[in-house]
């Protein structure tokens, strides 16, 4: 006894700290673990078990003859991935020529709503008569239902009766047979476009509350140096918003990748080639042909191929901002 | 401590569980009704609109509760629909108790499992399989096996025409696939086409392959079940329905965006003269187009090839083998499948009777009744009655509503090209199916 009151004193300093770090574990150290638990659960419950069943149907051969009955369906091995994979057979290629698709797609409409946003957003920077009414009028194809905006496009883009035709061949007199929008080629300029409509708002409303955060002090001191707006633009602006910009492309980009509404209801059953969006495509593959397993292959393989896109995206982002 | 720890995490992974179950099954009312007093019936969209059939079927299920004291809670689903519901139904077991089905899915839905065998025992509750029509009944599920489905509604497709403009142009009703388009092309003229088809719907697509490719006495799956889309016959029977738009120009090219009741739209008000369609005689006459300006023949068949004009379209009636009620629900289709019952709601519908001895009263001039009747009886021969029917019906059903896009939007298709497109279509089918 005796013993340890004397030799403390001379370890205090160390074990002091010791004993503060433990001193809450000792005592309800596991009430915030208890407390996240449901929410940790939920998670589980919501997000990843969804994708383990997934994953695991990617495996079974899953057709209509064992859908009504999960269990006695037998296992495929990797079979559901190498039909998936095997860029010969028609499955395959129609699937990368989807993949292609969409990535174009996926390119094209992140870049031009984000160049459409940031335009937006720069000019309502300024104040002046009706700024509020113009910035309402921007978010509202954002705030539509995305079934009623989409669904007014596909009456607009009818070949006869729509009122984009009307209006090009009609009103400004183009030369020319009308086209068909929502099939063939052009379909993918009539999704782009709808696709555009729908996200440029929600990139605009991002980029113009990052805009609030830049000091207009920055922007004046750059003008008594004689920057123009375009400089200021380039050397201010932009990597003031990069934050903001990080997050926004990432979170554009993956919405975009994964669009099923804006092919599904433009389309609807006839889904054209140059219209045929991967999430659409899976949906297409596995529920015309009850095939389960083999559209769940193609859904862990997009998985895959973005957790891959996403983690490369971010570990350059990161090192890059490190490196600054 | 630990013990503590535990209880307070199996508590809250008790409460977890207990929320999450509360959020699933009980959603279903049908399944666990009291007493088997309720039962859940999806319709297909057989009348006009939702809410004809609606309209049409209410008395009836009212009369049904009245005899038997059984609810029935009615729901109707447009065919864009009705095939993705039952695939959800099937999957996740919560299913209705009785279930409307296009006939052609009949032996697709009966290998998934799902529905209740109709075995003798069940044939009898429903009043003995004697009393339908021999050319319906085999369109209730694969034969040699035991059916999972029963005759509703009988349809066949007829190529309809506007007597007015033949008689105008001199012409009288098509007996031949070259009758029909010398015909059309003498009615195609200022803006107007002389033939109106559904070349937006892939389900009609596929329905005139399979017609086009018969007449050229191509079958489409052989004896062992394996697709046989890219055979000669088929390519040629394809092409052929292909040309009326492409080579011989008789369809307005934006019918390949029709893929609903518009075309009928046109032809009751005389836009277009001809019009290929399933018992459309409900909808012409309700877009108010009278009984005697129109007629109708069977689909022509090219000369010398086989007089094939339709398949024994219809509706079939299914029950779910997971259904709580097995006696109500057999009751119900006994109900549907009564002589009075039928008579009703053919009258009301203008579809085709599938009882034997039973006569179509929709049509005042008894004339055409017959035509139709004919055409279901001698001049029909079956979709495939094979479990990937369903998916020729989408695979080669779409591949055929893009060719037709390519054609609308002025391009050429060749044989070669059709061959290529029903190639993958047929490995598309064994893909899946092997």
């Given amino acids: 006894m005796s013993v340890t009151t004397v030799e403390p004193p001379a370890q205090k300093p160390t074990v002091r700290p010791q004993r503060k770090n433990r001193r809450p574990k000792s005592s309800g150290w596991w009430m915030p673990y208890a407390l996240l638990a449901p929410a940790v659960m939920f998670v589980l419950a919501i997000q990843v078990l969804p994708m383990v069943i997934g994953i695991c149907m990617s495996f079974i051969k899953l057709t209509k003859a064992f859908i009504a009955n999960w269990g006695s369906a037998p296992a495929a091995g990797l079979a559901n991935y190498s039909i998936t994979v095997d860029f010969n057979s028609a499955v395959g290629k129609s699937l990368l020529s989807s993949f292609f698709v969409t990535c174009g797609f996926t390119v094209l409409v992140v870049g031009l709503s984000w160049m459409l946003g940031m335009a937006a957003a720069v000019v309502l920077q300024k104040q002046f008569w009706g700024r509020g009414f113009i910035r309402t009028l921007f978010l509202i194809p954002y705030a539509l239902p995305v079934y009623a905006g989409i669904i007014a496009w596909k009456f607009m883009f009818q070949k006869d009766t729509g009122a984009i ?70 050397s201010i602006t932009l990597p003031m918003l990069k934050p903001v910009n990080v997050v926004l492309i990432l979170v554009m980009f993956l919405w975009t990748f994964n669009d099923f509404n804006t092919p599904y209801v433009l389309f609807g059953n006839s889904q054209p080639p140059a219209g045929d969006l991967i999430a659409f495509h899976i949906y297409n593959a596995s529920f015309l042909t009850w095939n389960f397993g083999l559209g769940a292959a193609m859904s862990v393989l997009l998985l895959l191929f973005l957790l891959l896109v996403t983690g490369i995206y971010l570990i350059v982002v990161n090192r890059r901002s490190r490196r600054a | 401590m630990t013990i503590r720890t535990l209880t307070a995490a199996a508590a809250i992974a008790a409460l977890a569980l207990a929320t999450a179950a509360c959020g699933s099954p009980s959603s279903s009312s049908s399944q666990n009704s009291e007493g088997g007093k309720t ?7 057989t009348g006009t609109s939702l809410d004809h059939d609606k309209e049409v079927l209410t008395p009836q299920l009212k009369k049904f509760e009245e005899k038997t004291g ?65 050319a319906a009944l085999e369109t209730a599920g694969a034969p040699g096996q035991v059916p999972t489905s029963l005759p509703l509604y009988g349809m066949v497709y007829g190529l309809y025409y506007n007597k007015a403009m033949f ?22 003229k200022g803006g107007q086409f002389g033939l109106s088809l559904r070349a937006g719907s892939y389900s009609t697509n596929a329905h005139f392959a399979f017609l086009n490719s018969a007449q050229n006495g191509a079958e489409l799956f052989d004896a062992d079940g394996k697709p046989t889309f890219a055979s000669d016959g088929v390519v040629a029977g394809v092409k052929r329905y292909l040309d009326l738009m492409q080579s011989e120009k008789v369809v307005k090219p934006s019918d390949v965006q029709v893929d609903s009741g518009q075309g009928v739209h046109e032809f009751a008000a005389g836009k277009v003269p001809m019009i290929l369609g399933a018992t459309i005689d409900s909808a012409i006459l309700a877009d108010g187009m009278k009984a005697e300006e129109y007629g109708v023949v069977p689909y022509p068949a090219p000369a010398g090839a086989k007089d094939i004009a339709s398949f024994p379209a219809g509706i079939n009636l299914s029950v779910f083998k997971n259904t709580k009620n097995k006696d109500g629900a057999l009751k119900f289709v006994e109900f549907m499948t009564s002589s009075e019952t039928q008579t009703a709601l053919n009258d009301k519908f203008g579809t085709l009777p599938v009882l034997k001895g039973a006569k179509p009263t929709f049509l005042a001039d008894t ?68």
Avoid: C
């Fill in chain 2, 70 to 134: 059984i609810k029935v809670d009615l729901e109707v689903i447009g065919w864009n629909d009705l095939q993705t519901r039952i695939q959800t139904a099937v999957t996740s077991g919560q299913a209705p108790d009785v279930v409307n089905i296009g006939n052609t899915w009949a032996s697709s839905l009966q290998s998934t499992g799902a529905f209740l065998p109709m075995d003798e025992d069940a044939m009898k509750a429903v009043g003995g399989s004697d009393k339908f029509l021999e």
């Fill in chain 1, 165 to 234: 035709n009307h209006f090009l061949f009609d009103n400004l007199h183009v030369g020319g047979e009308k086209p068909f929008w929502l099939i063939g080629d052009s379909s993918f300029v009539a999704m782009l476009i709808v696709a555009i409509w729908r996200l440029w708002p929600f990139a605009f409303l991002m980029l113009m509350a990052g805009l609030q955060s830049i000091p207009s002090e920055v922007y004046e001191a750059s003008a008594v140096d004689g920057a123009k707006p375009w400089r200021q633009w380039r």
């Fill in chain 2, 367 to 434: 004339e055409k009744a017959k035509v139709l009747l004919d055409i279901y009886a001698t001049q029909s021969k079956p979709l495939p009655l094979v479990a990937a029917e369903d998916q020729f019906e989408s695979t080669v059903g779409k591949a055929m509503t893009q060719l037709f896009s390519k054609v609308a939007s002025g391009s050429t298709v060749n044989e070669e090209e059709i061959r290529g497109v029903l190639e993958t279509a047929q490995q598309q089918v064994a893909a899946s199916a092997g």
């Fill in chain 2, 167 to 188: 008689a105008e142009a001199g012409l009288q009703p098509p007996k031949t696939y070259e009758e029909m388009v010398s015909a059309a092309k003498k009615l195609t």
């Fill in chain 2, 39 to 45: 039962l859940t019936y999806w319709a297909s969209n």
